[in-house]
């Protein structure tokens, strides 16, 4: 009996963990198989909280990228850049981007958007709208593509009020990564090496982030609208003949072009948004058909569930579960190889942007000193070339990790660029008698914007103008239209690169 007993023991001892285990595999699946289902989310719902009730680990990641909110004003740390902007919104504030939860937050308070005090006051089109929120294929749907973008920018200020999120990128019936930006797919098809039918999930997990991360221009369409005759500023990438930055820019020479005319050069100046894909393609991580998800959006496991972390963001804040899910080597080998890429990517782009700035205003000497149009275009055309190389390879922040060989080859032929232009200046200053000018210092933020003419103060007063008083009707009105979340508000400071956040009045929703 004492045998059988200890026998007996034995096996309860086995066979419970096994019970037990197999209880919490059942569980895990099912709890898969939930996640796995396509619950009913209404169509053109716009708010990720209300998509959250059903993808909560989803959601809960998505939420965390409200911590990436410092505020880093660029042109503070690199004033070169408010002279190579001369009589562009950028030359007034320029910060390194936040978490995907500021994006219409950011798009809102920057000094770029200027203070409108209407629905039809400027200076900038909706299309600056266009990748900030999933309320803009929702008003795409609603009034259509040429009307979308029409009008100027405050004609949505009470519409788009939902941060980056889950409408962006997903089908709501089916949960698919889908595109809901129809000038992608423009693109695509112009471009031709992705063809509709051809493209994979995959590619899918790169093409969702393109809709944003890209460069592109506005392209004046005109329309018209019941007998009205209206100009829409559609949002264009310029693909057709490829996607390198020496490719756009000779599209955008065939099609003449320009962003904006310099204020201080007169050169047509072109000014690249963001082309993280473009150069993404072009590097080691492309090239092997990874996806931008693989590395900024990694796979989390928690018991016996698996999802995709949608705390966009910095994957060296992950590496464990980044990079060395493919690389040999340490966290801190990783962290000193990218510190190296920056270094010398700094070193050029600082370089680049003294050179571009002097150009600039070696040319408005040029110009005063009686310089003809026939004697300046071959330096213009020398400084528009040379600043849209530069900012090719530095408007994109990650694009000394997602190709370093190509940043550098255009950094270097940014410099090239600039240099082309001040010798061919230097030729024309002597010309006129100017042979001794030397470029008066930019050497910071406020110097900067002087030699541009800028008053700051009167354009930071307008702006907090607007944020007390339109801004205000705007949440208000988004509010009784149903559209305003306040989960999309959570935790939110008022904080921009021009106020400080301890005096500076708070928006309403804070």
């Known amino acids: 009996m004492k045998k059988s007993s200890v026998v007996f023991a034995l096996c309860v001892l086995a066979v419970v963990p096994m019970v037990l285990l197999t209880i919490s595999i059942r569980e895990n699946k099912a709890e898969q198989q939930t996640m796995n289902a396509v619950p009913a989310i209404k169509n053109g719902e716009t708010r990720s909280s209300e998509w959250g009730k059903n993808y909560p680990r989803q959601y809960d990641t998505y939420m965390q990228t409200r911590k990436s909110d410092n505020i880093?004003?660029?042109?503070?740390?690199?004033?070169?850049?408010?002279?190579?902007?001369?009589?562009?919104?950028?030359?007034?504030?320029?910060?390194?981007?936040?978490?995907?939860?500021?994006?219409?937050?950011?798009?809102?308070?920057?000094?770029?958007?200027?203070?409108?005090?209407?629905?039809?006051?400027?200076?900038?089109?909706?299309?600056?709208?266009?990748?900030?929120?999933?309320?803009?294929?929702?008003?795409?749907?609603?009034?259509?593509?040429?009307?979308?973008?029409?009008?100027?920018?405050?004609?949505?200020?009470?519409?788009?009020?939902?941060?980056?999120?889950?409408?962006?990128?997903?089908?709501?019936?089916?949960?698919?990564?889908?595109?809901?930006?129809?000038?992608?797919?423009?693109?695509?098809?112009?471009?031709?090496?992705?063809?509709?039918?051809?493209?994979?999930?995959?590619?899918?997990?790169?093409l969702v982030c393109a809709q944003c991360h890209v460069e592109y221009y506005f392209k004046k369409t005109e329309w018209e609208d019941k007998g009205e005759k209206k100009t829409a500023m559609v949002v264009a990438l310029p693909w057709n003949k490829g996607l390198s930055a020496d490719q756009e820019e000779v599209y955008y020479d065939s099609i003449n072009f320009s962003d904006w005319t310099h204020s201080l050069s007169k050169a047509p100046m072109l000014k690249a948004q963001h082309p993280d894909y473009e150069l993404f393609l072009?590097?080691?991580?492309?090239?092997?058909?990874?996806?931008?998800?693989?590395?900024?959006?990694?796979?989390?496991?928690?018991?016996?569930?698996?999802?995709?972390?949608?705390?966009?963001?910095?994957?060296?804040?992950?590496?464990?579960?980044?990079?060395?899910?493919?690389?040999?080597?340490?966290?801190?080998?990783?962290?000193?190889?990218?510190?190296?890429?920056?270094?010398?990517?700094?070193?050029?782009?600082?370089?680049?942007?003294?050179?571009?700035?002097?150009?600039?205003?070696?040319?408005k000497k040029a110009w005063d000193l009686g310089a003809t149009e026939e004697e300046m275009k071959p330096a213009l055309m020398d400084i528009r070339h040379g600043q849209w190389r530069w900012d090719f390879a530095v408007a994109g922040h990650g694009n000394f990790f997602h190709a370093p060989e190509e940043t550098l080859r255009l950094l270097g032929s940014a410099i090239n660029k600039g240099q082309d232009a001040r010798l061919k200046l230097r030729v024309i200053l002597a010309k006129y008698n100017g042979a001794d000018y030397v470029a008066p210092d930019f050497s910071t933020k406020e110097k900067a914007q002087a030699l541009v003419g800028m008053d700051y103060a009167a354009l930071v007063k307008e702006k907090m103008t607007f944020i007390n008083t339109l801004r205000q009707e705007w949440i208000k009105q988004s509010e009784t239209k149903g559209l305003y979340?306040?989960?999309?508000?959570?935790?939110?400071?008022?904080?921009?690169?021009?106020?400080?956040?301890?005096?500076?009045?708070?928006?309403?929703?804070?």
């Open 72 to 206: 880093t004003d660029v042109i503070k740390n690199d004033p070169g850049l408010v002279v190579m902007w001369g009589g562009y919104p950028f030359s007034k504030d320029y910060n390194k981007p936040r978490g995907h939860y500021y994006a219409v937050e950011d798009n809102v308070n920057s000094l770029r958007t200027a203070a409108p005090v209407d629905k039809k006051t400027g200076p900038l089109p909706t299309a600056c709208w266009t990748c900030k929120s999933p309320d803009v294929p929702r008003l795409v749907k609603r009034d259509g593509e040429l009307e979308y973008f029409t009008g100027k920018w405050a004609k949505y200020g009470d519409e788009v009020v939902n941060s980056i999120g889950c409408g962006d990128c997903h089908d709501n019936s089916t949960m698919k990564l889908t595109l809901t930006r129809d000038y992608l797919k423009r693109a695509l098809e112009a471009e031709g090496r992705l063809k509709a039918d051809d493209i994979t999930h995959q590619d899918m997990r790169s």
């Open 282 to 363: 072009t590097g080691a991580h492309g090239r092997n058909g990874l996806a931008c998800a693989d590395c900024h959006m990694p796979y989390v496991r928690e018991g016996g569930v698996k999802y995709s972390s949608h705390k966009v963001g910095n994957p060296l804040d992950n590496i464990a579960n980044t990079c060395l899910n493919c690389h040999k080597g340490t966290e801190a080998e990783f962290r000193q190889n990218v510190a190296t890429k920056l270094e010398r990517k700094n070193e050029l782009a600082k370089l680049a942007v003294d050179i571009l700035a002097k150009a600039h205003l070696e040319a």
């Open 485 to 510: 979340d306040p989960a999309s508000r959570k935790d939110m400071k008022f904080k921009t690169s021009y106020s400080d956040m301890d005096t500076a009045p708070k928006p309403a929703g804070n």
